[in-house]
């Protein structure tokens, strides 16, 4: 730190430079984040809830009562409406808690947990952190878990089998229903990670059963940050019931609120009222109409890619999509970074993995198309 003070005004100066160089959704180029820019309610809601801890609900009780509709939104969202859960601090964090509850619930000395081998990354941290052991269930053709592979490696050291809805490689959606079924009949705990799904699939025009719905999911991940327009961090944990609660209770002896469920200990406040805001203002009629409008430019983009032979890996089930260069994907990738348009490549795949967020426009697909078919010289 220096030693001298700046005035609050060059020091403001300063970060406005700064800020005019960083990375800005607007440009369109941006087509590797799962985040987006936040809506403008969010912001502002963020702005007026920016002192509020939610280490401390009893302090804090308006933004804890916020966080209470904000889950009830989420809950009846997601068929169950009595279901319980917290804002945290992302996909990572909500996942381990799942698997923390799903831990503490059961009596098992050498815990396991059944996860696709397509499950976010964060799954293998919580097995580190928890110390359980994962078991990899391998993928169909379609990219989605064997629910037979699932069943079969399932066996008494169990104590949770989880299931993507909107992975983040190919935002494909395992047969939730499937593997709700063999919850059931082995009774373990199943979590469903809709980190980036959980705020599409309701509102696509063809359904999918991936929620609580399902008797046997027992937990949901769903991010506010990623499809749901609101600020970072703001990730979402949702228990079936308050009963599972007990399992991840963690007494706090010298602050006001007597215990804490979260990983994290203060907790923003301004998230939730960002997430509130967001819900108010747009409800299910705004979250549709902008998943349509996501859906429909993954639909141009698919279309542009076949028009110029670029091989799909699948077809896509929500905005997300993946291709391959007739050629060299890993350097067509390399050339669109240099040239400003940010996607993912997926070594595994061998393929350019490209997330149609709200930032991106048809002016953007079409010019991003241009981009690619001069590379690539179609
Ligand atoms: C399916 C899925 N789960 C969990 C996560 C982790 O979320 P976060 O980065 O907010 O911790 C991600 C992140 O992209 C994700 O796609």
Known sequence: MQTKATPPKVVLLDLRKRQAKETNYETGKVLCSMCTKPHIVAK?????????????????????????????????????KSATGFI???????????????????????????????????????CNLLNLKPVIASLDESYIVKPLEVEKLVNKNTIAIVGTAGTSELGTIDPIHKL????????VHLHVDAAFGGLIIPFLKTTYPFDFQLQGVSSMTVDPHKMGMSVIPGGGILFRNSEMLQYIKTET?????????????????????????????????????IVEQCVKNTGLLVKELKKYSLSLLCQPTLNIVSFRSNKNTNRLSETLWRKGWFVSYIPRYDCIRIIIMPHVKKKHVLKFIEVVKEIEML
Do not use: C
């Open 44 to 80: 502002k809601a963020h702005e007026l809830f920016f002192e509020s801890n939610l280490g401390d609900p009893r302090l804090f009780q308006e933004t804890a009562q916020l966080e209470r509709e904000v889950i009830a939104q989420l809950g009846n969202l997601l068929h169950q």
């Open 88 to 126: 945290v601090s992302g996909g990572t964090e909500a996942n381990m808690l799942a698997l923390l509850t799903a831990r503490n619930a059961s009596n098992i000395s050498s815990p396991e947990v059944v996860l696709p081998d397509s499950a976010h990354f964060s799954l293998q941290k919580a």
């Open 180 to 187: 709700s079924e063999i919850a059931v009949q082995h009774k």
């Open 253 to 289: 002896p010298y602050i006001s609120a007597k215990s804490q469920y979260t990983f994290v200990g203060t907790r923003s406040g301004a998230s939730i009222a960002s997430v509130w805001a967001v819900f108010k203002t747009l409800g299910k009629a705004g979250f549709t109409e």
